[in-house]
């Protein structure tokens, strides 16, 4: 049996007490997808898959993650649109790859319009 340090520090990859913080703010703060979305994912409602918010993981703050399929899933604004956030982005997934996570995406108004769909792309990856 692993040690609850252990474990932690295999979920959160060295996240600092500031990134746990943030992230807490995160979490009282979603936006309309992601409240749409995690209504979905929590309580183990896909394939009995526990899944957490606005995780933290080294450095960053996911929008949802699922330890055990090692999955992220990000809802992306508007101001992922831009280039300059684009590029951020793909340097992001790069740098969490490197964890042997998978990251998949869904613009906002994908998870608002078409939540089956979402979920079904969701469930396809777990």
């Given at each position: ?25 995160l ?9 749409i979305?995690?209504?979905?994912l ?37 101001i ?47």
């Open positions: 049996m692993l040690k609850r340090e252990n474990i932690e520090k295999e979920m959160f990859f060295g996240a600092s007490p500031e990134i746990f913080k943030r992230a807490s703010e979490r009282k703060n979603m936006t309309e997808a992601e409240v979305l995690w209504s979905a929590r309580r183990k409602q896909i394939k009995g898959k526990r899944f957490r918010r606005q995780h933290p993981i080294e450095r960053f703050i996911v929008d949802f993650y699922c330890h055990d399929s090692r999955l992220i899933i990000e809802a992306d604004g508007g992922h649109k831009a280039l300059e956030q684009k590029e951020y982005d793909i340097g992001r997934s790069i740098e969490l790859e490197k964890f042997g996570l998978k990251i998949i995406r869904f613009t906002n108004e994908q998870i608002k319009n078409n939540l089956a769909e979402t979920l079904e792309e969701i469930e396809k990856n777990l």
